[in-house]
């Protein structure tokens, strides 16, 4: 299988941490997302990232950016659609999906999420810690991409019931104090993760 590409999905509206984009918030003398962007980048063959708006706030990233092809804050899905468009623009098979506001996530998420996957035709793997499921974490099959939109289109917004429609797996990630994928969503998380940093 080739490597996978990624995408960061930041196309959330922020609104517990007051609006705009909280991955632009400081963690440790960095940008949150400039965190995630290290995190990820090693693990994958190509990036992008996932916002909507004006992709102009995002020029010194250094990343593509992807808007949602679908209308109206359609969630995590949408993002995940937008990223299997662009992966299959580049040829890739699979994609990675990692979020801009979750600094910790493991370094070795993707091979883990590949080991998963292993005997899939369509391979499809969630994250899960101690804390449950991570769906904006998951490894996803291109070749699914049109059944994605297809169920967007028709209003499903729930990732899990979109993954267990077709069989979707885990793969298990160790670890609780923090959670691997404890994200930031208030000013309150930001000091917490401040201090685990």
Do not use: Y
């Not at 965190?35 to 990820?40: A, G």
């Not at 292993?118 to 769906?135: C, F, Q």
Request: some cysteine.
């Amino acid at each position: 299988m080739k490597a996978p590409v990624g995408i960061i999905l930041a196309g959330g509206q922020s609104t517990r941490m007051g609006g705009g984009d909280k991955c632009f918030k400081t963690l440790g003398g960095q940008s949150i997302l400039s965190h995630v962007m290290d995190r990820i980048s090693p693990q994958v063959a190509d990036l992008a990232l996932n916002a909507n708006g004006d992709a102009a706030r995002f020029a010194d990233v250094g990343l593509p950016v992807v808007p949602d092809s679908i209308d109206g804050f359609a969630g995590p899905l949408a993002g995940v659609l937008a990223g299997l468009d662009w992966a299959a623009e580049r040829g890739a098979d699979t994609l990675v999906t990692a979020a801009a506001d979750t600094p910790f996530f493991p370094p070795d998420l993707v091979p883990n999420l590949l080991l998963a996957s292993e005997d899939m035709a369509a391979p499809l793997v969630l994250a899960t810690s101690d804390n449950g499921r991570h769906p904006t974490f998951g490894l996803w099959p291109v070749a699914l991409r049109d059944d994605l939109r297809a169920a967007l289109t028709d209003g499903l917004r729930k990732v899990v019931l979109w993954t267990d429609s077709h069989h979707g797996r885990t793969a298990h990630f160790a670890g609780s104090d923090p959670d691997p994928f404890f994200n930031i969503n208030t000013p309150e998380d930001l000091l917490q993760a401040e201090q685990w940093l």
